[in-house]
């Protein structure tokens, strides 16, 4: 299995970016998917995460501005950011979770910069 992040770029404050993390493999029996990221000098941080039932959870810095959503038809979870900050400037992960396996995708850089 293997996961495709996608979307990162540039994006001005107060804009939108959507990411992006196409899996090679059918969602719908992983318990967890979600989304990490990691700036220079820092630890690789939760941004969110969608379990399979649907429930979400966002870290604090980004909640109501950022918003998970899991597509199992399309075996991709996306990350639709709202109004971001110089401050989420990182490299976004994505991440699968279920039973003893965690799998990583490659990251996708996000600059927020005007």
């Known amino acids: 299995v293997q996961l495709q992040a996608s979307g990162g770029g540039l994006v001005q404050p107060g804009g939108s970016l959507r990411l992006s993390c196409a899996v090679s493999?059918?969602?719908?029996?992983?318990?967890?998917m979600g989304w990490y990221r990691q700036s220079p000098g820092k630890q690789r941080e939760l941004v969110a995460t969608?379990?399979?039932?649907?429930?979400?959870m966002y870290a604090d810095s980004v909640k109501g501005r950022f918003t998970i959503s899991r597509d199992n038809a399309k075996n991709t979870v996306y990350l639709q950011m709202s109004s971001p900050k110089p401050e989420d400037t990182a490299v976004y992960y994505c991440?699968?979770?279920?039973?003893?396996?965690?799998?990583w995708g490659q990251g996708t850089q996000v600059t927020v910069s005007s």
């Open positions: 991440n699968a979770r279920w039973g003893s396996v965690e799998l």
């Open positions: 969608v379990a399979r039932g649907g429930r979400t």
């Open positions: 493999a059918s969602i719908r029996s992983i318990n967890d």
